[in-house]
């Protein structure tokens, strides 16, 4: 009797064991796979999520179709199309840094050359359509177009007037400041003609009165 008592206790103790060993390797599994699990969610809940400076819009570039319109900037563009004016819109925010450095180099051309030059700030994160359709990977993005509203080029990130007007010359517009008479602006050799006389002239004087 006292044989078969312990033979029935080590076969318990033995079930006992087995189910330990059963249990130990279904929970190992679930506790390692776990941090790679959250590790996964992480990183696509941050992929998903656009930056500040990449907003996560369609990154084809068409330059040459006609401009989309953009709220307020969509109708001074169509304005500017019908005045037969060239366009540069400025698509940005109010709060990156490169952003904020164009605004005074923004409110100059417009101040400058008003009724030469349409220009329009965007702010994309109160406009996120505008950053589709204008296909905006990075900010500020600086969109130059034609009097029919075609772009013709495009600029990222800050870019200083002088920059702005020269490439305006690479593309063909010679922009006069507002107030500027556009037949003076425009003939920089008649200026340089009329120097020249006036040198002569006081050359002249000089020896008359020697």
């Known amino acids: 009797m006292s044989g078969k008592t312990l033979i029935r206790v080590l076969v318990a103790l033995a079930v006992v064991a087995a189910l330990a060993l059963v249990l130990h390797f279904k929970s190992a599994p679930e506790s390692t796979a776990a941090p790679d699990s959250a590790g996964q969610t992480t990183a696509q809940v941050n992929d998903k999520q656009p930056s ?3 907003p996560a819009v369609n990154t084809a570039e068409k330059t040459g179709e006609s401009a989309p319109s953009a709220d307020d900037a969509g109708e001074a563009v169509a304005a500017a ?3 037969k004016l060239p366009s ?8 990156c840094i490169p952003c904020r450095q164009m605004i005074p180099v923004l409110a100059s ?13 965007i702010n994309i994160h109160e406009n996120e359509q505008a950053a589709k359709d204008y296909k905006i990977k990075l900010i500020p993005t600086q969109v130059f177009l034609d009097p029919e509203g075609k772009e013709l080029y495009r600029h990222v990130g ?17 922009l006069p400041a507002a107030g500027k008479d ?17 040198k002569q002239e006081d050359n002249g004087d000089h020896k008359g009165s020697g």
Do not use: C, H, M
């Open 52 to 54: 500040i400076t990449q």
């Open 81 to 83: 199309q019908d005045a």
């Open 88 to 95: 540069l819109i400025d698509l940005g925010s109010d709060t």
């Open 109 to 121: 051309l417009k101040k400058g050359f008003a009724g030469k030059l349409n220009v329009q700030f």
């Open 158 to 174: 800050f870019i200083s007037e002088d920059d702005i007007l020269s490439r305006w010359r690479e593309l063909g517009y010679d």
């Open 182 to 198: 556009a037949d003076t602006a425009s003939s920089p050799a008649d200026a340089a003609a009329g120097s020249s006389s006036g």
